[in-house]
């Protein structure tokens, strides 16, 4: 019996080393799991598939979740009443119908899924609203795309569409980088019309003046989350919008400069 246990043990033992390797590798998993699901709140999203996500300031003022995976934020009166009518009196003047380039001519077009008009807002005017922002998505002004400010009149509306890119991309100043974090802003109390819509979710949210939204539109894995899809639904009442983009990189090509674009007024908000 000792000779055929010697002989089991000498032809098995690679199996056996290898059975009980898949078994440690077992419980690691199984703890690490049953850790995970022990930690606190985050605003990472828990899909097997996904994550991790920027990270916000969790404690700052008023940030609420108002959707779990996909996380979905909201701050009422981010903005005060009147940072959003200065801004709104500021861009006025400038606005201009939303632009894209056609990728099969070449030619820059009117955005034929975006119907608004915008207008581009210098950091340097805004000082009170960029350091909330930065503050709050805990990122450096160099992330952040160039801020627009949007106008939707009767009729007007942004078909549904996601905001982010799976692997790097090239666009808006940004070089092989991705938008991880959309941050959008309500300037006006909209009644009848113009709500965003994430139909992926079945979540509506109906324009507030001063609140601030923010979602996240890829992973910090270069990843997109296609269920962010979202709409701006047509407007019936005049729907005015604050929004930018936080960058896994800081914005980088010159011709996208902060320095380039030219003064809207001389009103610091």
């Not at 005060?80 to 070449?106: Q, Y």
């Not at 030619?107 to 909330?132: G, H």
Request: charged share 25%.
């Amino acid at each position: 019996m000792e000779e055929l246990k010697g002989i089991l043990s000498k032809k098995y033992t690679r199996d056996i080393s290898s059975l009980r390797l898949h078994i440690e590798m077992a419980c690691e998993n199984a703890q690490e799991a049953a850790q995970s699901s022990s930690v606190p709140e985050t605003n990472g999203n828990s899909s097997s598939e996904l994550g991790p996500f920027h990270r916000l300031n969790l404690q700052y003022p008023g940030l609420k979740k108002i959707h779990q995976d996909p996380d979905i934020y909201a701050i009422e009166n981010f903005l005060t009443d009147d940072e959003c009518d200065r801004t709104i009196a500021k861009s006025t003047p400038h606005l201009k119908p939303c632009l894209v380039k056609n990728e099969r001519n070449g030619k820059v077009e009117q955005d034929p899924v975006r119907t608004s008009t915008n207008s581009n807002l210098p950091q340097r005017e805004v000082p009170t609203i960029m350091q909330k922002m930065t503050d709050m998505a805990c990122c450096n002004a160099n992330q952040l795309e160039i801020l627009q400010v949007l106008n939707y009149k009767k009729g007007q509306q942004f078909i549904p569409h996601t905001d982010g890119f799976s692997g790097k991309f090239n666009a808006c100043g940004f070089e092989q980088s991705s938008r991880l974090a959309t941050i959008f802003c309500y300037l006006n109390d909209v009644v009848h019309g113009g709500s965003t819509y994430f139909p992926e979710l079945d979540l509506d949210i109906q324009p507030r003046k001063g609140t601030a939204v923010i979602h996240f539109p890829a992973d910090l894995n270069w990843r997109e989350d296609e269920r962010t899809l979202h709409q701006g639904k047509p407007a019936i009442d005049d729907k005015w919008l604050l929004t930018t983009w936080v960058w896994k990189t800081e914005r980088s090509d010159e011709m996208y400069a902060e320095s380039k674009l030219p003064s809207l007024s001389s009103d610091m908000i």
